[in-house]
């Protein structure tokens, strides 16, 4: 079957470092795109990586390792607004999405 | 603003009924998408629709069932309503549906089954 693991909650400080992880197993890959939500809002896009590397844009970086089958999601300098639930999914051979269970960021002051 | 409206924001209505939820999707975006979200859970998908035809199913009820209309609109239409149907429902819209076309996703409508 298809899945994507990612850790169902990390807490960090404001100001801080933090990197979600997200390991999936699909029929095929075509890419690895994260979104944010926060409580009872609507998911909103990120990033999408096809390629290997990191990608930068602002406080957030993604980055993918297609022979682990590997990605994370880095959120730096952290601020009270980014304690969201963040989903990684994958566009499979199909080029259907495959959702991860989600994580929640809780940041601390 | 994702330019994806939902409509109703709120439903509430008693177990065994029957209720239609609304979308329209971003001006331009072809592929429409129907997503199931319990309290405090993940995205569920549950169809996807391109230019007025079925793409995909997912994990969706037969209870359940949508239709995308020709000015692109859909409908996702439950009836015989469990309570265990009280979810956010999100429709989502994308511009081609196909490689990396990132979702837009509207702001929801709640339903609450009583």
């Known amino acids: 079957g298809q899945s994507l693991e990612q850790p169902s909650e990390v807490t960090a400080v404001e100001g801080a470092i933090v990197q979600i992880n997200c390991t999936y197993q699909?029929?095929?890959?075509?890419?690895l795109s994260w979104y944010q939500q926060h409580d009872g809002g609507a998911p909103t896009f990120l990033s999408y990586?096809?390629l290997d590397g990191l990608e930068e844009t602002g406080r957030f970086s993604s980055f993918l390792s297609r022979s682990d089958s590997y990605g994370y999601l880095l959120l730096q300098e952290l601020q009270m607004k980014d304690s969201a639930s963040y989903f990684c999914?994958?566009?499979?051979?199909?080029?259907?999405?495959?959702w991860g269970a989600g994580t929640k960021l809780i940041i601390k002051p | 603003d994702s330019g994806v409206t939902q409509t109703p924001k709120h439903l509430i209505t008693a177990t065994g009924q029957r209720v239609t939820l609304r979308c329209s999707p971003r001006s331009g975006d072809l592929s429409v998408y129907w997503y199931q979200q319990s309290l405090d859970q993940g995205l569920q998908f549950l169809i996807q629709y391109y230019n007025g035809e079925e793409r995909a199913k997912g994990n969706i009820l037969e209870r359940f069932s949508a239709q995308q209309f020709p000015d692109l609109h859909s409908e996702l239409n439950l009836s015989s309503l469990e309570l265990g149907d009280s979810a956010l429902y999100f429709c989502?819209?994308?511009?081609?549906?196909?490689?990396?076309?990132?979702?837009?996703f509207g702001n929801g409508t709640r339903l609450t089954v009583t």
């Open positions: 989502a819209s994308s511009g081609s549906g196909t490689e990396n076309s990132p979702l837009h």
């Open positions: 990586n096809a």
């Open positions: 699909t029929s095929g890959f075509y890419g």
């Open positions: 999914a994958v566009l499979d051979s199909n080029y259907q999405l495959i």
